[in-house]
DNA sequence: GCCGCAATTCTTGTCGACAAATAAAATACA
DNA sequence: TGTATTTTATTTGTCGACAAGAATTGCGGC
């Protein structure tokens, strides 16, 4: 309540009330900023935007269709929480995911494609060499939202991304718990995905993206069975 | 514009108005009875439902959040179009989500799981035999839904179903091509899954729920290229 | 008669305000 | 002192109104 908030936001475009709000606060919900369960008050944010309630409560009902807003009736909103004990489907429908769309990007791919992904993995590498988290987590969406993309599956990408975005929250909590010191395993297993995306090599993607997800996987539940157990030691 | 609307949705309870609203309008888009394209007006809806604005607005976003509704800024919103060029991506997406939750279903289905899916299934051959197009298509999904309840994976659970509800739509048209007068094919295979995955044979599931897939991908499919011929015979 | 520009209408995006519903606080009572 | 009840306060759900932008109509020029 420092600053003044109605300068922060300057006039802005009509339309484009709503697509801010949304877009912030979607960052600051993925990037754990507001960590889950944190209660949100439309008031207080319309004061700090500098707007009226109405679009925040549009950005708002769009954050709860995405799964990311847990809204009650005539109570406040909250950010969502992560249903820590069905985090196994999760994981089930990542490893679906990153196998089917990687197959569909070695099937249906195009060169522009693979420059796209190449793009992201040198960001990944670079952010990684440099133990930026925020960075590694957004190139790494980036990374297999491209392959996805590369795959023209529209169903899928959907999926994937939303898949991806309820990710970003695990990796952050990953990557927070070791310290943004990361293992550099996933760019080498990157590197050797987009090989075999050019090489069309359907299976080797599909064993690639398989054996992506089970490390991923397996180090985050490694993270969060420590938490658990260090919770009943006590 | 002959009734009296505002009569026919007489003193709801506060919060119900936007579940009204979505509910209906998200049937009227499934069922057709809004084809793609339709514009769709605020002011007209407010007064059909004899609300305010900001109800009906909350509840086109959310429809256009699940992409039933697309919006053009300032501009009139409409019910959104089928892509009938990527209608393959759409097959490919449902064949799978038809595999996993039906695998899934297999493994962990619990008994009282079965007496919904039962139910279900006898419902719609109900409708089958009375040539209810519209119970069947119901009915069809709230199988499959049941199923993918079974199978116990919320992520999988939201994305199929938002496949099933897009399918809707193309079920409509299919059904309506052929007069409501349809085959007793699905039924059948439909008896033929609930017996899988009672025995919990996972690798049956696969095999009936592919083929279940391909039975009415090739129909459906078979109604867009006839229609696609038609127009450029004349 | 047709095309380009201006005025108007129409629809959406945003606002401020009010009322219902819930949560919190204060009071009364055993 | 603890509990039930009333009162207050906070927060959401809905409303009507206004303004910006787009579509349409009307007008004038060629």
Known sequence: MSDVPSDSFPDRKRGSGVKLVYDLLRDEILD?????????????????????????????????????????????????????????????ALTLMYRVTTRLAAQHHRPEDLVLIRAHQRAYDAAMRSTDALGMIANNRAFHAAIAEAGRNPYYLTFFLRILDEGRRLLRMYYQSFEDRLPEEFSKEHDAIIAAIEARDIELCDRLARAHADQIIGRIQKVFTRDLRQDIAL
């Open 32 to 92: 754990l900023t507001l960590p889950p369960g944190t209660p949100i008050d439309e008031v207080q944010l319309a004061e700090r935007f500098g707007m009226s309630r109405t679009p925040i409560r549009e950005a708002l009902v769009r954050l709860a269709g995405e799964g990311l807003v847990e809204t009650l009736p005539n109570r406040s909103s909250m950010v969502a929480n992560i249903d820590v004990l069905n985090l196994h489907t999760f994981f089930d």
